[in-house]
């Protein structure tokens, strides 16, 4: 199973907005409503920001929305903070139960 | 509060086995499918294998198929890895982590497998 296609790297000003891409086939990311998004800190372990393509977990702030149109799904980050600065990874559900993720993308925050 | 603990890492010879254990607790362990992850150093998250609420599925990708096996202790609250004829492309961070079959919403801190002669 490839890995699925993220930019490796986007960056923006403070309150500014960002989106981050998350490319795959229609055997993954276009089959399934089940795209997930993690955040991960340097030497840290990865925090779930979104699952089910949209859905927020209980306590990430509502500046994180996820979507997805065709086999692409992205995460856009609004009001842009500097914690936000960070890796994050995106997974989608392959069927036969397998998941595959993302190559990462480095957000800096300028 | 959610707690997962993984141990059992450190330094094998390639071909050589190593089990992971991850202790879970703060939670109804038996009520949760489980997985694990790993990163190489410097590298991406790349999922390792999954395990329904009861141990009656489990699921691998196709670079461990065969090599590592995944299962769970309900009474003990922990999960395990099973790895053997390790490669130095095995060598990584391996987290276990909490969730349903399609994403993981707690994380333990990982336990470093290192394959080297």
């Known amino acids: 199973q490839s890995a699925l296609t993220q930019p490796r790297s986007v960056s923006g000003s403070p309150g500014q907005s960002v989106t981050i891409s998350c490319t795959g086939t229609s055997s993954d990311v276009g089959g399934y409503n089940y795209v997930s998004w993690y955040q991960q800190h340097p030497g840290k372990a990865p925090k779930l920001m979104i699952y089910?393509?949209?859905k927020r977990p209980s306590g990430v702030p509502d500046r994180f929305s996820g979507s997805k149109s065709g086999n692409t799904a992205s995460l856009t980050i609004s009001g842009l903070q500097a914690e936000d600065e960070a890796d994050y990874y995106c997974c989608s559900y392959t069927g036969s139960y397998s998941l595959v993720f993302g190559g990462g993308t480095k957000l800096t925050v300028l | 509060e959610v707690q997962l603990v993984e141990s059992g890492g450190g330094l094998v010879q390639p071909g050589g086995s190593l089990r992971l254990s991850c202790a879970a607790s703060g939670f109804t362990f038996r009520s949760y499918w489980m997985h694990w992850v790993r990163q190489a150093p410097g590298k991406g998250l790349v999922w390792v294998s999954h395990?329904?609420?009861?141990?009656?599925?489990?699921s691998y990708a196709d670079s461990v198929r065969g090599r590592f096996t995944i299962s769970r202790d309900n009474a003990k609250n922990t999960l395990y890895l099973q790895m053997n004829s390790l490669r130095a492309e095995d060598t990584a961070v391996y987290y276990c982590?909490?969730?349903?079959?399609?994403?993981?919403?707690?994380w333990g801190q990982g336990t470093l497998v290192t394959v080297s002669s």
């Open positions: 089910d393509v949209s």
């Open positions: 982590a909490r969730g349903q079959p399609s994403f993981s919403d707690y």
């Open positions: 395990i329904y609420n009861d141990g009656s599925s489990t």
